[in-house]
């Protein structure tokens, strides 16, 4: 299984502190990563660390808003001061609001494709500047990166630029073998999608959209994000994997 392996390997994960993050970085420090968990509120962030740390695995929180890229800056300086290597970036960090089109404003817009595309390719940047022998950047995308979803649409930008940041990233970095790849979740349940689980037509709509007749677990995820930053997806780069049970694939 050492193909599979992150250890030796330092991973950041922005908006570890809950949800999809949280997850994430669990499943990256169970394979071997010192990982960093990032997010803008810090207890969240110390908490997850300190039960990775309490289970034997290796974790440090560091606090960074990704809406700014000075923020992004400052806090890839304070990275420093934990690690002297970075491998991984799962740009995870997002926010989405859903709001009717007719009624989006510019700050709303603003904020959305700030956190969601501003914020995960000014990461991307930073860390490609100190990722030495190569690396691996983790975007995560989402439905919205292939399909129209109705009063989503700044967030159905965000995710679709999000896509092809990453594509084009890929082609960029390939040569300095740092390698871009995405996973794009369909329906999990977290605070963010939380209102939309507490609408019974809404999950019975959903479900029966959904091939597997069933909503994603959260360590559904984990598996995907583990591989496709680790040796095993050496020659895989610009790819995003959507992890959906099936739903992309009949519609
Ligand atoms: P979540 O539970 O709301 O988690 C979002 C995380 O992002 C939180 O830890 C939040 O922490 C952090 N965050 C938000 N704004 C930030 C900022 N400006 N700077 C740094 N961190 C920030 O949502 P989730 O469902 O786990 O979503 C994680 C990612 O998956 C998002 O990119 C989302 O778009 C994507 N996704 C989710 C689903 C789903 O079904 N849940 C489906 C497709 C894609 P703080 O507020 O403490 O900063």
Redesign the pocket.
């Known amino acids: 299984m050492e193909m599979f392996s992150l250890r030796g390997r330092c991973a950041m994960i ?10 994430i970085a669990g499943a990256m420090a169970r394979a071997g990563a010192h990982v960093i968990l ?4 810090s207890a ?2 110390n908490d997850a660390a300190e039960i990775l740390n309490q289970s034997g695995y290796t974790a440090s929180a560091l606090v ?5 890229p000075a ?1 992004i800056e400052a806090g890839f300086v304070r990275l420093s001061g934990l690690t002297d290597r970075l491998d991984i970036l799962v ?6 609001e859903i709001c009717p089109s007719v009624d989006v404003d510019e700050a709303r817009w603003d904020r959305i494709l ?3 595309l501003k ?1 995960a390719f000014f990461c991307a940047r930073q860390a490609a500047r100190i990722m030495g022998q190569g690396g691996s950047i983790l975007n ?5 990166s292939e399909v129209g979803i109705p009063t989503a649409v700044p ?1 159905g930008a965000a ?1 679709t630029g999000l896509a092809g940041v990453t594509r084009a990233l890929a082609a960029e970095w390939a040569p300095r073998g740092i390698r871009v790849n995405g996973i ?10 939380e209102g939309f689980y507490a609408d019974e037509d809404w999950c019975q709509t959903m479900l029966g959209k959904i091939p597997m007749r069933r ?2 677990e ?1 360590a559904e995820l984990e598996g995907a994000a583990v591989f496709l930053c680790s040796p095993a997806a050496s020659y895989i780069t610009g790819q995003i994997l959507y992890i959906d049970g099936g739903f992309l694939a009949s519609i």
Not at 64 to 68: F, G, I, L, N, R
Not at 140 to 144: E, F, M, Y
Not at 184 to 193: C, E, I, K, Q, S
């Open positions: 922005t908006g570890a502190g809950r949800g999809i993050g949280r997850a990032s997010g803008r509120t969240p962030l960074m808003d990704v809406a700014s923020a740009n995870n960090a997002g926010i989405e700030g956190t969601n914020g995560i995308c989402s439905l919205t967030y995710k794009g979740p369909g329906y999990f349940r977290t605070a963010m999608t909503f994603g959260l």
